[in-house]
């Protein structure tokens, strides 16, 4: 009876065993499972951040070669609006033809009427004397004029000269 009961207990263990196989699989296929997509999850995460620092560095890397290009720029056009402005001059210069002695030529035409004025007054030619004191008028206003360029050619010299010495 021994023998009837040794393989009574097997029947009912591989019984068990089968019936309880599954249930154990399922649940190995379930950690398994959840196993797998915590070390997706993981992964993902760590190669998102691995492209978040290197995203990063690549952005310092670009702003610092704008901030290189700001920089650049700046000059270039600081150049360009100092050649423009020694252009401006130099041209100045070239507009004006006139010179001191200009100047002082035109004060002695002034001179010069205003002493034709008087000898026109004292001769009675009034109408003479008229047309001298307003040929005087525009001489001075003319005279006035050029002084007023010069000065302001003298200026525009002396710009490049303190330039150049800073």
Not at 12 to 32: F, K
Not at 71 to 92: F, V
Not at 102 to 116: F, I
């Amino acid at each position: 009876m021994q023998n009837i009961t040794a393989i009574q207990l097997m029947a009912a263990a591989l019984v068990i065993v089968n019936l309880g196989w599954p249930w154990i699989a399922l649940r190995m296929v379930r950690n398994a499972r959840a196993t797998g997509y915590d070390e997706g999850h993981q992964i993902a995460r760590e190669a998102a951040a691995e492209r978040i620092a290197l995203l990063n560095a690549d952005i310092g890397e670009l702003h610092l070669t704008r901030q290189q290009e700001l920089t650049r720029h700046q000059l270039e056009r600081d150049e360009i609006i100092q050649d423009a402005d020694r252009r401006i001059a130099e041209y100045a210069r070239r507009s004006n033809p006139f010179n001191e002695w200009d100047l002082g030529t035109l004060a002695d035409v002034a001179s010069t009427l205003d002493l034709a004025a008087s000898t026109f007054a004292g001769l009675q030619a009034r109408d003479k004397a008229r047309i001298a004191l307003q040929q005087i008028g525009l001489a001075s206003r003319m005279h006035e004029r050029l002084k007023d360029a010069l000065e302001a050619n003298a200026r525009t010299q002396q710009l490049p000269e303190l330039e150049a010495a800073a």
